[in-house]
């Protein structure tokens, strides 16, 4: 604000940005405290979808909270999934045959690229462009109807199993990832020229809400929001879990923190999956997909665990507290989107109205995985 | 005693007036039906193929949804104009469409300053527009009120600036003068017209974009933004106050597109040479309405402040150089 | 100056490129599949809700474990068994289904050691009546459709 501005009387306005808004996705909440289109408060109430996943985790017995996982954040619903066996996998002490981890990582690398593909057509929708999302909701088709064949379901898959996964795939989808390899690599510089390099696109991102890496430290985000701030922050590679030291990715960071930098992380992002997918499909081992002898009624010795995976969205943690009995006594989810939203409020100010919904875009919330 | 030349011309006028709206509500409705159809080729599906054979009666179940509705006033509205708005909004661009010569004998009125009534007219809606949105009592259209006039001021400037070179070469204001002047084909068009200024095409050019920008078209639906202001001006309109918003909004564009096609295309005139009638002027004027779908289908939308800086900083002075060296080649050549 | 007739030139250059690749698509067939005229195969695995598979005779294969009941995390199965004179297994008596809590886990059909459970490839459950959702298994096939 200039002098001159500020000797006139000025008026403050609250706009309630949400719950129903074409731009929350969601039933999430801005009180936007405003001066004209300019953010000077922004704060997001949140809550509305609250449905105590918590607490579920530790009233019902370990296997049969599986299928909860899958509905924390259902876009990615793979990693909650991954994260929460992996988490019981560690304090049961159950040892997982080699060819269910190859699975793993395949479903949920698939996984990663139909979520990045839903958020490339959703921030677009954010920006006002429509025809993107159509482009890649059908491309996105392609990863479900490939998992459907597999799982069973096109969103809540609940696949992962304690000691492995339920089904184990056939050559069909084998040649199917293969398939869905080779036409998103052909369909990538398209994206590239339909959407990187259109200048509405670019003036729209390009030095638009720059989040530095300091504040990403200081709020916990993780994900493609901290690589976009130039970060390395990536638990496959810091703190490596299933089979992935096995392949030879990397890791995509771009230091310019604005709008631009998260899209081209997950724009690459896409691209390094499909390189893991390609490996782990020419590395896959035969064998069992379940662990022998794994009791149908888990009992876990006292302990305490923490597991970590990186999730489409950022890391997401599970913590478990057992004290013996078949019932968790403590379930901690660690939600990627919850930290990346709590950004909002410090980065947002003094921003613009569309600026700070593309950040808000930027930041790739699914809203139940933050009220849980 | 009245004359009797005066009530025929009475009556041909009423019978134009009527036959107008008609032709403002039709192409409201089909270019609404194109809005849904074309965006379904670019997007790999169908669109709407339920009502009527492929879909084409689709904007009369439209039509009588919204007719049907009923149209809510808040609290706290300034009901007078509130309901004032959508009629502003709506007269100009059917009187704007009076003016337009559609062939050489289908015209409501061929006033020698047509071109000055299109665009006195034309800036009417912007005040629709802006009440409309500021009577709502609602914050999301109080925003889009604000945004709609610096909008348009900064649009009318280089839209303008075309024009009057325009006007500088064909040493005219009537429409019908203007198309006359083009005649034969399409190298007579003002848009290749590159002894009065090289930069024809560019002027074109210019005033495509500036016509999107003053009918509010995306990339430039800086007061409809949906994912921003949920739906602008119009959020609390319900029912056919918002019909005639967006009745409004496809005049707007038949306005801007035909004004295009008289200026710069040769209005009715075939690219050939051959048969000029009123079937060249429509086909032109549709082949334009489809580039402005397709615009909009392409591209994400601008931000407020890079569509002001384009107008300042690149339209208006390219305009500005437009008109200067257009004035320079006529002191010259002329 | 150089930079900003570049960018200016970079910029229409992109936009074309945008329009180009929108009108090039409209030549592509639709991707789309109109639904109710045209509908996908289902795969093998679909997990809709469950169903009980008939044996040679016509009488479900279910002894009456409670297998199922017991796995399922949001307790929509009830049922009863008992057992027949004379017969060498449990027989069922009551299975009902309450779709209204169902997650479609498929955790049931997995704890079932008789493959006595499975999923069915029925998906057009739209009902207004809530009653409809508590579904009786044991109704012969077609009857528990809601309309």
């Known amino acids: ?86 988490a019981v996998e560690r304090l049961a002490g159950i040892a997982v045959p080699e060819r269910a981890e190859f699975i793993r990582v395949i479903t949920a690398e698939l996984n990663r690229v139909a979520s990045h593909l839903l958020w490339v057509g959703a921030f677009l929708v954010d920006l006002g462009g429509f025809t993107p999302l159509l482009y890649t909701f059908d491309d996105r088709e392609q990863i479900l109807d490939l998992l459907e064949a597999t799982t069973g379901a096109r969103l809540t898959f609940c696949y992962y199993r304690f000691g ?28 590239h020229a339909f959407i990187t390099k259109n200048i509405i696109f670019r003036k729209r991102c390009e030095e638009i809400a720059v989040i530095s890496a300091e504040t990403c430290r200081k709020f916990g985000a993780t ?42 992380v997950r724009m690459d992002e896409i691209e390094e999956s499909l390189r893991i997918l390609e490996q782990a499909l020419d590395q896959l081992p035969g064998g069992p997909v379940m662990a022998e002898k794994v009791p149908r009624i888990l009992k876990p010795a006292k302990g305490d665990c923490y597991f970590n995976v990186e999730s489409a969205r950022g890391t997401f943690g599970v913590r478990l507290v057992s004290d013996g009995t078949d019932k968790a006594y403590r379930l901690k989810l660690r939600s990627p989107c919850f930290s990346n939203l709590s950004l909002f409020q410090e980065c947002s100010r003094g921003l613009l109205l569309p600026d700070a919904l593309a950040l808000l875009g930027s930041l790739d919330l699914v809203i139940p995985d933050i009220d849980r | 005693m009245i004359p009797q030349e005066i009530i025929w011309e009475v009556v041909r006028l009423t019978l134009y007036v009527v036959g107008l709206i008609a032709f403002a509500a039709f192409n409201a409705a089909y270019l609404s039906l194109a809005e849904r159809k ?50 502003m909004v709506i007269v100009p661009a059917v009187m704007c469409l009076a003016v337009i ?17 299109v665009f006195s007219f034309s800036s009417v809606h912007v005040l629709g527009t802006m009440l409309g949105g500021w009577a709502s009592y609602n914050k999301y259209a109080s925003i889009a009120a604000a945004r709609v006039v610096a909008q348009n001021i900064a649009y009318e400037i280089p839209l303008l600036l075309v024009v009057v070179a325009l006007v500088m070469a064909t040493h005219t204001c009537n429409l019908h003068e203007i198309v006359d002047q083009q005649a034969g084909a399409f190298w007579h068009w003002n ?44 959020t609390e309109y319900s029912g056919m106050g918002f019909g005639l918003f967006f009745i409004a909004e496809y005049a707007n564009i038949v306005v801007g597109c035909s004004m295009a096609t008289v200026l710069f295309l040769g209005g009715w005139h075939c ?49 500005f150089i437009n008109l200067v060296l257009t004035a320079v080649m006529l002191k010259i050549f002329g | 100056m ?69 796995a399922c995390p949001s307790n929509c199965i009830t049922m009863e068994g008992h057992k027949p004179e004379g017969a060498t297994r449990r027989e069922l008596s009551k299975y009902t289904l309450d779709f209204t809590t169902c997650s479609l886990c498929g955790l049931c059909v997995e704890s079932c050691n008789f493959d006595a459970l499975e999923f069915s490839k029925d998906y057009n459950l739209a009902s207004l009546d809530k009653g409809d959702y508590v579904m009786d298994l044991l109704k012969p096939a077609g009857k528990e459709q809601p309309k």
């Not at chain 1, 492995?164 to 994206?191: E, Q, W």
């Not at chain 3, 289902?42 to 040679?56: E, I, K, M, T, Y």
């Open chain 3, 2 to 70: 150089w930079n900003y007739l570049k960018e200016i030139w970079l910029g229409t250059y992109s936009l074309m490129v945008g329009m180009w690749i929108t009108l090039r698509l409209t030549f592509h067939r639709p991707v789309t599949v109109q639904y109710p005229y045209q509908t996908l195969k289902l795969p093998a695995r679909f997990r809709g809700h469950v169903q009980l598979p008939l044996d040679a005779n016509g009488k479900p294969k279910c002894v009456a474990c409670m297998a199922c009941a017991r």
């Open chain 1, 164 to 191: 492995g996964v339920c089904n184990d795939i056939d050559d069909d989808f084998v040649a199917g990832t293969r398939k869905f390899i080779a036409h998103l690599r052909s369909r990538m510089p398209m994206y």
């Open chain 2, 38 to 87: 074309v965006p379904a080729l670019f997007q790999l599906r169908y669109g709407p193929k339920e009502v009527g054979p492929y879909g084409l009666l689709q904007p009369v179940a439209d039509g009588l949804k919204l007719m049907s509705k009923q149209l809510l006033v808040q609290d706290g509205t300034d009901v007078f104009l509130f309901k004032l708005a959508p009629v």
């Open chain 2, 271 to 319: 690219p050939f040479g051959l048969l000029p009638g009123l079937h060249w002027f429509l086909i032109k004027l549709y082949v334009l309405c489809f580039c402005v779908i397709w615009v909009r289908w392409s591209f994400p939308r601008t931000q407020f402040y890079t569509l002001l800086n384009l107008s300042w900083k690149l339209l208006i002075p390219l305009a």
């Open chain 2, 101 to 117: 010569p559609f062939s050489e004998t289908v015209s409501a009125r061929n006033i020698s300053l047509g071109l000055l009534a």
């Open chain 2, 191 to 234: 848009v290749f017209r590159f002894q009065v200024s090289p930069l024809m095409p560019v002027s074109f050019l210019l005033f495509f974009i500036c016509m999107l920008a003053e009918a509010n078209r995306a990339p430039f639906d800086m007061y409809e933004a949906e994912s921003e202001l949920v739906a602008g001006a119009f």
């Open chain 1, 223 to 264: 994900g493609p929001v901290i690589r976009g701030s130039g970060v390395a922050y990536d638990v496959r590679k810091l703190e490596p879990y299933s089979v992935y030291p096995r392949f030879n990715f990397n890791v995509p960071v771009y230091p310019e923190g604005d709008c631009m930098a998260r899209y081209r």
């Open chain 1, 1 to 86: 604000m200039t002098q001159g501005t500020q000797s006139i009387h000025r008026e403050t306005f609250v706009l309630n940005l949400g719950p129903q808004h074409p731009a929350t996705h969601g039933v999430l909440r801005i009180k936007l405290t405003m001066d004209g289109e300019y953010i000077e408060d922004a704060e997001p109430v949140i809550g509305y979808g609250h449905r105590m996943q918590e607490k579920m985790g530790e009233n019902r017995s370990y296997a049969k909270y599986l299928p909860n996982t899958a509905r924390l954040d259902y876009v990615a619903a793979m990693f909650n999934t991954h994260g929460y066996v992996c």
